[in-house]
């Protein structure tokens, strides 16, 4: 059975890219990475991918003078390597109506909070300012409003009371890095699909255990 063809776009060090370049290192992973693409043509992450033999490709765009023409410019890439799926991880820009259409149910991202909270940036500073139980993690199909679209998977995290903006950070990344491989692997098998502003799951354990904080 033919793997599903990834593309992966970040902007950064790219530790949610490194989960998925192990999980495709796996000989039964469903999925296989075909590109790797940075806005930042300094990104830490193009050289992992380089180490795994992936090909690296930065679309620097300050180099375009419209986001329109930049957007072209990934759409072009995305076509050429024949890509299926794309998965944003840590990618820092804000993509326009007309990219995200075309890339509508084949284009996921990972939110640093249980989405529809806390979108947008510093997700965990607000939520301990806040005061809230749980910080998270969101695995989601992209639409043209910022971190909104089908949920496919969420962790919950508990806030510590003495939690900093770093350590949950640093707690929810353990979380990211085991949903994402997760959540690509369900929509290679066909477990995941897209029924209006819900996602539907077939032969997938959804749980039905709850978290509370403080324990009881």
Request: charged residues 25%; proline residues 5%; negative net charge.
């Given at each position: ?9 970040i ?36 050289e ?10 930065a ?29 944003l ?13 075309r890339?509508r ?8 909070s ?21 910080g ?13 679209g ?14 900093t903006?770093?350590?949950?950070a ?13 959540a690509?692997?369900?929509?290679a ?25 403080p324990?009881?």
């Amino acid at each position: 059975m033919a793997k599903l063809r990834l593309a992966v776009m970040i902007s950064g060090s790219g530790t949610n890219l490194q989960a998925l370049i192990d999980a495709c290192a796996e000989a039964d992973y469903p999925a296989e990475i075909q590109v790797v693409i940075s806005n930042r043509p300094n990104a830490k992450g193009l050289e992992r991918a380089q180490k795994a033999g992936i090909p690296a490709i930065a679309i620097d765009h300050k180099e375009f003078e419209t986001r329109e023409a930049f957007e072209d410019a990934l759409h072009d890439c995305l076509k050429k390597h024949n890509t299926q799926l794309v998965c944003l991880a840590g990618f820092m820009r804000i993509l326009n109506a007309e990219f995200v259409n075309r890339w509508r149910d084949r284009m996921i991202n990972i939110h640093p909070s249980l989405l529809p909270s806390y979108k947008g940036l510093h997700t965990h500073e607000r939520a301990i300012e806040d005061g809230v139980r749980f910080g998270g993690c969101t695995i989601h199909y992209v639409r043209p409003e910022m971190d909104n679209g089908p949920i496919i998977m969420q962790a919950a995290v508990p806030i510590a009371a003495t939690e900093t903006e770093e350590s949950l950070a640093a707690k929810t990344l353990i979380y990211e890095h085991q949903m994402y491989p997760a959540a690509v692997r369900m929509i290679a098998e066909g477990k995941v699909r897209v029924s209006g502003q819900k996602v539907v799951f077939s032969d997938t354990d959804l749980g039905d255990t709850g978290l509370i904080s403080p324990k009881i």
